[in-house]
């Protein structure tokens, strides 16, 4: 079992940035990262990174904008947001377990889920 816990959501104005933070309880994962979500719609994958390989993943309209990092001390993942639009704007959510690289971006592939993170964005 992998207890996660965020922080670092909140409120910026567009073209801010934000650094979201996910604390897990153990190690019993293989990858461990960050999904979005708004009102009405599915999970979207944002990022993820596996601790073996240390590979990073990226949903292809974030990358450059958002960065995935591990203090594998810490047992913490970050997501630095830069660059940020009013269609950032979501619910973001950590997640943590074992998972295949082609399976990355599948919310229901993973076990283990944090309480989310509320990210808001204004123009």
């Known amino acids: 079992q992998v207890h996660l816990v965020e922080s670092g959501g909140g409120s910026v104005q567009a073209g801010g940035s934000l650094r979201l933070s996910c604390v897990a309880s153990?190690?019993?994962?293989?990858?461990m990262g960050w999904f979005r979500q708004t009102p009405g719609k599915e999970l979207e994958g944002v990022a993820v990174i596996y601790t073996g390989s240390h590979n990073k993943y990226y949903t292809d309209s974030l990358r450059g904008r958002f960065t995935i990092s591990r203090d594998s001390a810490k047992n913490t993942v970050y997501l630095q947001m830069n660059s940020l639009k009013p269609e950032d704007t979501a619910m973001y959510y950590c997640?943590?377990?074992?998972?295949?690289?082609?399976?990355?971006?599948?919310?229901?592939?993973?076990?283990?889920w944090g309480q989310g993170t509320q990210v808001t964005v204004s123009s």
């Open positions: 997640a943590a377990g074992y998972v295949p690289t082609l399976r990355w971006s599948t919310a229901s592939e993973f076990s283990y």
């Open positions: 153990s190690y019993t994962y293989s990858v």
